[in-house]
């Protein structure tokens, strides 16, 4: 990296305080949310992050009502 920067790279940055492992975790939960669950998948076992199967349990339902209510059935978001 020196040999990039010419050697005057400042280290003390603010995204260098970031804990990686809580960042990764936040990167999947944004996937589930965006409902990239394949997508998920693959970062989470790229990362080695172990995957809140409850979490994405609840996500999946959320995108299964959304399309329902896409197709304009209504039933599965009344239950």
Do not use: C
Not at 15 to 31: A, G, I, R, S
Not at 52 to 72: A, Y
Request: glycine fraction near 6%; charged fraction near 35%; charge should be positive.
């Amino acid at each position: 990296m020196k040999k990039l920067t010419g050697g005057k790279m400042e280290t003390e940055h603010w995204w260098n305080n970031f804990d990686k492992k809580e960042l990764n975790k936040l990167v999947l939960n944004e996937m589930y949310r965006q409902g990239r669950f394949e997508v998920a998948r693959t970062f989470a076992l790229e990362m080695g992050i172990s995957e809140p199967l409850d979490e994405v349990k609840k996500f999946k339902e959320m995108w299964k009502i959304l399309d329902s209510l896409d197709r304009f059935n209504i039933l599965p978001a009344l239950k």
